[in-house]
């Protein structure tokens, strides 16, 4: 198995070392390895954004959702901001920190388009952090129905998340 960035373990009384949600990522698999697992075709080939696309829209769930999109960034998510949270925190803060990190870089990189300030992203990477959260515990599935309905679910969530930072920040 390959370390899922948004899996739900939180396990208080363990190393990082015997967590195997960790310990995989620890064990140096490489991007082109972590992008054929999760697009099923190597690092650059032309059919891997179509892949991406649907193999994330069409999860059974918001946290798979997560675990096919943007292979890239989130391998490197995985092993700079990911591993080093879980040394000292539990691995739903770790995780909601991970999704806040990453839109704050979304932010940074407006910034600097813009040069003008911008804090949209992290908000909003952090509900859906929170809703990744959530769809892991309680749990959500909708694996079984046809995969425009999946997509359809996972876009709303995501629209939904959009829409609520926008109201939060007016």
């Known amino acids: 198995m390959i370390y899922s960035l948004w899996g739900m373990f939180v396990i208080p009384s363990v190393t990082l070392e015997e967590r195997p949600d960790v310990n995989i990522m620890a064990k ?11 697009n099923g075709v190597a690092l650059g080939a032309p059919e891997s954004m179509r892949n991406m696309l649907s193999r994330s829209l069409g999860a059974g769930s918001f946290h798979q959702f997560w675990e096919y999109w943007n292979p890239i960034w989130g391998y490197y998510l995985a092993r700079l901001v ?7 925190l539990p691995f739903s803060l770790a995780l909601i920190m991970t999704f806040a990190v990453s839109g ?14 911008t804090l949209f ?11 990744v959260l959530a769809s892991k515990r309680l749990p959500l599935s909708y694996g079984r129905r046809p995969w425009l309905m999946r997509a359809m679910i ?4 995501i629209c939904a998340c959009l829409l609520l ?6």
């Not at 140096?28 to 999760?38: D, M, N, P």
């Not at 704050?104 to 300030?117: E, G, M, S």
């Not at 992203?121 to 809703?131: A, D, H, Q």
Request: glycine letters at 2%; charged letters at 15%; one cysteine or more.
């Open 154 to 157: 996972n876009l709303s969530i």
């Open 165 to 170: 930072t926008q109201m939060l920040l007016k």
């Open 121 to 131: 992203f992290t908000p909003w990477f952090t509900l859906m952090g929170l809703c």
């Open 82 to 88: 990911m591993r080093p949270c879980l040394r000292v």
């Open 28 to 38: 140096s698999i490489t991007l082109s390895a972590y992008v054929k697992k999760r």
């Open 104 to 117: 704050a870089l979304h932010d940074l990189a407006v910034t600097l388009v813009k040069v003008r300030v």
